[in-house]
């Protein structure tokens, strides 16, 4: 009985204090608490918004032969085969390799495209496939299906190539941008790959994607 009484006055002693607490360390109190809950809450935010992201971007390639900025497939296809392409593919793929090794600008190739690789590695990889590329319409084709860099190219067709045109000193912009635009579809479908022009023999002919 004693003892039941004990823990009364206790719990009433506990309450007291409660109460008697001074009103800015009880408020610190429950601002941490509140604070805990709300970097929780942020968490689960931040961990929808990248699924979100995630789904977007899945999405992109599926919606984008229905939207293409301003003008239908068809037009566009017109407007690449009636180009004269020249160096064109040249510059594009030169301003994307030297975007993807410009890791104190961005973090795509350390973060995206050879995560699971050291910088000094990833660096050394990147500078040796571009070594590699010969810049002709089959090296392209096998860069927009390469397992690492091919979606690497397409985010940087669909976020990076037009700021890198309009701040960059190239001729024929226009001539530029649909390129771009005709890159960024066949990264989307490789059957419009057709389109891209090989030379054979002397022979112009469409170009095979399965060879």
């Known amino acids: 009985m004693k003892d039941s009484n004990k823990q009364s006055e206790q719990s009433q002693d506990s309450s007291q204090n409660k109460l ?5 360390n009880y408020t610190k109190f429950i601002s941490q608490e509140s ?13 929808l918004e990248r699924r979100e992201i995630c789904k977007a971007n899945s999405q992109l390639s599926e919606s984008f032969e229905m939207q293409f900025e301003g003008y239908q497939i068809k037009d566009l296809l017109q407007k690449f085969d009636n180009l004269q392409k020249n160096n064109i593919s040249k510059n594009i793929i030169k301003a994307f390799f030297n975007y993807l ?4 600008q ?13 910088i000094n590695q990833a660096l050394k990889m990147t500078k040796n496939y571009f070594k590699s590329y010969n810049f002709n319409n089959k090296s392209l084709h096998k860069l927009v299906n390469h397992p690492k860099f091919g979606k690497a190219f397409e985010y940087y067709l669909t976020f ?14 226009e001539t530029h941008l649909i390129y771009i635009d005709f890159l960024k ?8 790959a057709a389109y891209l022009v090989t ?11 399965k060879i």
Request: hydrophobic content about 30%; proline content about 1%.
């Open 199 to 209: 030379y054979k023999k002397n022979k112009k002919c469409k170009y095979d994607n």
């Open 160 to 173: 990076e190539a037009e700021i890198w045109l309009a701040e960059s000193k190239v001729q024929q912009k």
């Open 101 to 104: 090794l410009n890791i104190k």
């Open 35 to 47: 604070n805990t809950n709300s970097l929780n809450q942020q968490d689960d935010l931040q961990n």
């Open 185 to 192: 579809l066949i990264c989307s479908n490789s059957d419009y």
């Open 20 to 24: 008697l607490m001074p009103e800015s």
């Open 106 to 118: 961005n973090d795509l190739l350390t973060d995206f495209v050879l995560k699971d690789t050291s």
